[in-house]
Nanobody, 112 residues
Framework: QVQLVESGGGLVQAGGSRRLSCASS????????MAWYRQAPGKQRELVAR?????ITDYADSVKGRFTISRDRNTLFLQMNNLKPEDTAVYYC????????WGQGTQVTVSS
């Protein structure tokens, strides 16, 4: 059973930065792709950034130029810069590789 554990969330002021991590119990490069999603209160979960097995990335328009997804052997990262209050949400790590896996989420709160 694959385990994904997010960390790095917290309270940050608008304009600040934060780096989220997602530790995987399985070798990261064995997944066909991985992604970060987020869900704000009262809203649907939305895709933030995705990285395919070959390394191709794509981003939601709302975070382009501010967020960067990356990975190493066992960890997926999301570097978030110039944070805005509307980035406040629970951020989830997602992996696809034979099945779909989700982490438990980490809260990011951006104060104005």
């Amino acid at each position: 059973q694959v385990q994904l554990v997010e960390s790095g969330g917290g309270l940050v002021q608008a304009g600040g930065s934060r780096r989220l991590s997602c530790a995987s119990s399985r070798y990261i490069f064995s997944f066909s792709h991985m992604a970060w999603y987020r869900q704000a209160p009262g809203k649907q979960r939305e895709l933030v950034a995705r990285i395919a097995g070959g390394g191709i990335t794509d981003y939601a328009d709302s975070v382009k130029g501010r967020f960067t997804i990356s990975r190493d052997r066992n960890t997926l990262f999301l570097q978030m810069n110039n944070l805005k209050p509307e980035d406040t949400a629970v951020y989830y790590c997602h992996a696809v590789g034979g099945a779909s896996y989700w982490g438990q989420g980490t809260q990011v709160t951006v104060s104005s």
